[in-house]
């Protein structure tokens, strides 16, 4: 018989952050992280890399995340890890690591859905974190991932717009790196354009039909732009690199908040939830509460730690799966490109 309320350990490992979570029922009683910093000199993940940290890494963190949690491994009820999507080399490091301890203390898995759990992080119990309502419109924005959802509950989540080509966070960090910034620029990004003036350089706002988004044109643009100010003048970048992160920002942030206005207008949505790495931005999160208030929406916004890829979300999305009686076995396959699902 397995009790009510369970004692989870959470493994994340699906790109380059190893993580670890104990989560009891919804209360997160550890949540640590361990970076890789060697994908910094390559300006962007290398997955071989990933997979190779991700093994030594594991091991250091989940014992940290059981030791600040004081949870003995004998407490735990269940072990979650992300099945996908994301990187496959990386992925299975976090899957057979979850797999061998389910097996060597005789307790079930929990495979979880990564975007999933991006938005799923608001229904953890902490006093930071006011619980939504259902429906919702869930907008997860990361670096591998730019999708609105209309969620009926906590499972029943249909995309109903995704970019066509790049992430949010991907066209942060490749303008950032053409601007010679270091990997992940996104947060760096975010820093400098609160010096700059977002209305210095204007770069195209793609015009799609429903509530799909492009990012790959306004990279371009902002590329061939850079290189055509630097035969002018060779420091183009330096003179101007706070009013070309703030006009960056302001560009990358207008495409995704236009769809967020449509689609909660047209499917008749007042409850927003943000997820995803891109949610930590200072724009996106100032010019979501301001339109909120004007509109009258609930806006959620997750506290720091829970944006960026962490553990705590794949506990909170497997303690819902749990909930549901839906848990894994050994055959569960990692798969990169995983689909919305129970
Ligand atoms: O969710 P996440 O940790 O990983 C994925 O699942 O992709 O998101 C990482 C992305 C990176 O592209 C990073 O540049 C971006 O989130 N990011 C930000 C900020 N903090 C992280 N982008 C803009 N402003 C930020 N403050
Ligand atoms: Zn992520």
Same mark, same amino acid.
């Given at each position: 018989?397995?009790?009510?309320?369970?004692?989870?350990?959470?493994?994340?490992?699906?790109?380059?952050?190893?993580?670890?979570?104990?989560?009891?029922?919804?209360?997160?009683?550890? &949540?640590?992280?361990?970076?890789?910093?060697?994908? $910094? #000199? /390559?300006?962007?993940?290398?997955?071989? @890399?990933? =997979?190779?940290?991700?093994?030594?890494?594991?091991?250091?963190?989940?014992?940290?995340?059981?030791?600040?949690? &004081?949870?003995?491994?004998?407490?735990?009820?269940? $072990? #979650? /890890?992300?099945?996908?999507p994301?990187? @496959?080399? =990386?992925?299975?490091?976090?899957?057979?690591?979850?797999?061998?301890?389910?097996?060597?203390?005789?307790?079930?898995?929990?495979?979880?859905n990564h975007l999933q759990?991006h938005l799923?992080?608001?229904?953890?119990?902490?006093?930071?974190?006011?619980?939504?309502?259902?429906p919702c419109l869930g907008v997860t924005i990361s670096?591998g991932h730019t999708q609105l959802v209309y969620m009926q509950?906590?499972f029943k989540m249909n995309i109903i717009g995704t970019t066509l080509?790049?992430a949010?966070?991907?066209?942060?960090?490749?303008?950032?790196?053409?601007?010679?910034?270091?990997?992940?620029?996104?947060?760096?990004?975010?820093?400098?354009?609160?010096?700059?003036?977002?209305?210095?350089?204007?770069?195209?706002?793609?015009?799609l039909?429903a509530y799909d988004v492009?990012?790959?044109?306004?990279?371009?643009?902002?590329?061939?732009?850079?290189?055509?100010?630097?035969?002018?003048?060779?420091?183009?970048?330096?003179?101007?690199?706070?009013?070309?992160?703030?006009?960056?920002?302001?560009?990358?942030?207008?495409?995704i908040?236009?769809k967020i206005?449509?689609a909660?207008?047209?499917k008749?949505l007042?409850?927003?939830i943000?997820g995803g790495?891109?949610?930590?931005?200072?724009?996106?999160?100032?010019?979501?509460?301001?339109?909120?208030?004007?509109?009258?929406?609930?806006?959620?916004?997750?506290?720091?730690?829970?944006?960026?890829?962490?553990?705590?979300?794949?506990?909170?999305?497997?303690?819902?799966?749990?909930?549901?009686?839906?848990?894994?076995?050994?055959?569960?396959?990692?798969?990169?490109r995983l689909k919305y699902g129970?």
């Amino acid at each position: 018989m397995l009790p009510k309320t369970p004692i989870i350990l959470a493994i994340e490992s699906s790109c380059d952050d190893t993580a670890a979570a104990v989560i009891n029922g919804r209360k997160i009683l550890s &949540n640590c992280i361990a970076n890789q910093e060697i994908h $910094i #000199a /390559y300006g962007g993940v290398v997955p071989e @890399l990933a =997979s190779r940290a991700h093994q030594s890494k594991i091991v250091p963190v989940v014992k940290q995340a059981l030791r600040k949690a &004081n949870i003995d491994k004998k407490d735990i009820t269940a $072990i #979650a /890890y992300t099945q996908g999507p994301g990187l @496959l080399g =990386s992925l299975l490091v976090g899957s057979a690591f979850a797999k061998s301890l389910a097996l060597a203390l005789n307790i079930p898995l929990i495979p979880t859905n990564h975007l999933q759990a991006h938005l799923l992080v608001h229904f953890i119990d902490d006093e930071r974190i006011q619980t939504p309502k259902f429906p919702c419109l869930g907008v997860t924005i990361s670096g591998g991932h730019t999708q609105l959802v209309y969620m009926q509950d906590q499972f029943k989540m249909n995309i109903i717009g995704t970019t066509l080509d790049d992430a949010i966070g991907e066209a942060f960090d490749k303008c950032g790196k053409r601007m010679g910034l270091a990997y992940p620029s996104g947060p760096e990004i975010d820093k400098l354009a609160r010096k700059g003036n977002p209305h210095r350089f204007s770069f195209p706002i793609p015009n799609l039909p429903a509530y799909d988004v492009s990012y790959s044109g306004v990279k371009t643009a902002v590329i061939n732009f850079i290189s055509n100010q630097e035969q002018k003048n060779p420091n183009f970048i330096q003179l101007n690199l706070n009013d070309l992160c703030a006009s960056i920002q302001y560009t990358l942030v207008q495409i995704i908040l236009k769809k967020i206005i449509q689609a909660a207008k047209e499917k008749e949505l007042n409850n927003i939830i943000i997820g995803g790495g891109v949610a930590a931005n200072s724009e996106i999160r100032n010019q979501l509460y301001q339109i909120a208030s004007k509109k009258g929406w609930e806006i959620s916004l997750p506290p720091f730690e829970f944006t960026t890829d962490n553990a705590a979300m794949i506990g909170i999305a497997a303690y819902y799966k749990y909930k549901k009686k839906k848990l894994g076995s050994l055959s569960d396959i990692s798969d990169a490109r995983l689909k919305y699902g129970i």
